[in-house]
């Protein structure tokens, strides 16, 4: 049985959207909205979800899309269209469709940065920030370690091939994983596809990422960052994450004074939202972000 309802969205240029919908329409409480990594879907939300929306003192509405070009969402034939400002307009066109004014916000990687990027466009519809492995600096050797993988990862014939796949890819960072959490992961990363599993993303994301120059300083985010101060915010660190540093957090702190922060043990880029300790974290940050509404 399907404890989520799948619900298509039109964007502007007519892709179909594809959003999993959580939880009481008419909760008395913030909604929440769940923004994914650059080749992540709407099914890494899927414990988290369940936790908010099925939380016996306060149930509340989790919206978790699927970008384009990523899960059941239209891929798009122009790839430059990959690229957070039309994700962003993406994610505004879903919460007009769904009536949603204000809720708060959980962006892993990518997804945090399209957070921090509607802070700036639309203040008003953050009433709370979860930054999950991302923040105001990127760190350039992350992006060369995406880089590497996105669009190239090798085909796998099952499933047991493809938890190997991740293995090598990202044992060095995830040090602590069980057998079943690396096949849950498996199943989020590729697709059943016929006799084939594919990736569940399209693999021209990888040309986004081809045509930055890595050589040059990246662009900072603190502006965009500094949209949140007026909300609670809350970043979560892998221990092993390449792509957020100890100082960047640190310096995010100083310039917010109420954020609060977690590392998580034994995990990298991005930590996974699963677990009865990080799950827990983020329900009681974002009940104090329905006390702060």
């Excluded at 092993?240 to 922060?261: F, K, Q, Y």
């Amino acid at each position: 049985m399907e404890t989520y309802d799948s619900i298509f969205v039109t964007a502007a240029d007519g892709l179909r959207l594809h959003v999993r919908d959580y939880g009481p329409r008419n909760a008395d409480a913030l909604p929440v909205i769940c923004l994914a990594g650059l080749t992540r879907s709407s099914g890494d939300f899927h414990e988290l979800a369940l936790a908010l929306a099925g939380d016996a003192r306060r149930p509340r509405r989790v919206i978790a899309p699927d970008y384009r070009g990523r899960g059941r969402s239209d891929y798009d034939r122009k790839w430059t269209n990959y690229d957070v400002k039309v994700e962003l307009g993406d994610v505004t066109q879903i919460m007009t469709a769904l009536g949603i004014e204000r809720a708060v916000f959980v962006g892993t990687s990518r997804g945090g940065i399209i957070t921090m990027a509607m802070a700036a466009a639309r203040p008003a519809a953050i009433a709370g920030a979860v930054l999950n492995d991302i923040g105001a600096v990127v760190e350039t050797k992350g992006l060369i370690r995406i880089r590497g993988y996105v669009g190239k990862m090798p085909a796998p014939r099952s499933y047991e091939e493809a938890v190997a796949i991740l293995k090598t890819l990202f044992s060095a960072q995830f040090t602590r994983m069980s057998d079943a959490d690396w096949d849950a992961y498996a199943r989020l990363t590729w697709k059943q596809e016929g006799a084939t599993l594919k990736p569940d993303y399209d693999p021209a994301l990888m040309k986004p990422l081809k045509s930055l120059d890595l050589e040059r300083p990246l662009p900072v985010l603190w502006p965009f960052f500094d949209g949140l101060k007026a909300v609670p915010v809350f970043v979560l660190r892998g221990q092993n994450s390449d792509l957020l540093s100890e100082e960047t957090v640190r310096v995010m702190a100083e310039r917010h004074p109420t954020l609060d922060a977690y590392t998580v043990p034994d995990q990298g880029h991005a930590p996974h939202l699963s677990g009865r300790d990080v799950v827990g974290r983020i329900q009681r940050f974002i009940a104090r972000c329905d006390n702060a509404a």
